[in-house]
């Protein structure tokens, strides 16, 4: 089958290896065979190529979500040629991913069937599983989001950022306050697109800038996407009793040098975490996301479109920061 390879890490964008000889995996008991159509890149694909995931053995396929159809149900319910999508449980870390012609994922890594919206493409649905299952993830369940919630996203270019502002604004939060940053100005436009009532410039520190938009108060809610070197300047932007929730790392930098705790979260603040490993993708929201987006009512944020020989392309534009949304492959052009 065809498939793109990370030979060994660390290794440019350029070293991965597009190859239509890789073994196809066979059907088997409790995993689903999926013919892939397309896949969504994710900063943690580029990690693991950097050579930032340990007890990943090479060469491996990466790529940790992908859409498709059933080719075999390994014994579960779903039926050949079921439209769904596959996301973690292992996929291009312990076993092959999403960066080919076809994987096998366990039964809990792949959703229910789905009917796509009329003028929904693969590529377009290829967007959504990774980005929208995190921020709704996020919002819902580390969260708990309400109507009355300020909102704070660090981060408000990424994928899963503008995701979770066109989210949170949508009728299934209707927070009525989100604030997003930026570290360009040129992508204000479209953070403010995605849902964002108030857009910072993100100089690498915003906690001041937060609280003064916020009269003083500050957000109530945070969705950390920048890494663990801007955290404690995040949480000064909190409210005193205010939630913030640590989700992506676009810095690189998981860590927090020199963290207080006792400054940092004073008087009362919470601190938490939210990662699509967790997620039940069986239970999430994703046909009600995919109605939503087919209706214009949640900003989709497909930001480019590669072919699967162009993996390494899409790579290197997002190591790149180029993009502001979602990056996509699709396997065949049609």
Known sequence: MRAVVCPNAPIPPSGLVYTTTHPKPAPEQGKVLLRIHAYGLNRSELFTRQGHSPGIHFPRVLGI?????????????????????????????????????????????????????????????????????????????????????????????????????????????????????????????????????IVLHDTGTIGDEVKKATGGRGATKAVELVGGNVLADTAKGLSDDGVLSMVGCVSGVWTCENFDPMMTLAPSKHLTLFSSHYLDISTAPLQEILDLIGQGKLELNLDKVFSMQDTGKAQEYMEANGAAGKVVCVVDEQ
């Open 65 to 197: 979500e992908c859409v498709g159809v059933v080719e075999d149900a390994g014994g579960g319910t779903w039926k050949k040629g079921d439209v769904v999508a596959a996301l973690m449980g292992g996929m291009g870390r312990q076993f092959d991913g999403g960066y080919a012609e076809y994987t096998l994922v366990p039964h809990t890594a792949c959703s229910p069937p789905v009917t796509l919206p009329k003028g929904m493409g693969w590529a377009e649905f290829a967007a959504v599983p990774e980005t929208f299952m995190t921020a709704w993830g996020t919002l819902a369940m580390s969260l708990k989001l309400q109507k009355s919630d300020t909102l704070l996203i660090r981060g408000g270019t990424t994928s899963v950022g503008l995701a979770c502002a066109t989210l949170a604004k949508s009728s299934l939060f209707g927070c009525t306050s989100v604030i997003s940053t930026t570290r360009s100005p040129s992508k204000s436009r479209k953070v403010t697109a995605a849902g964002a009532d």
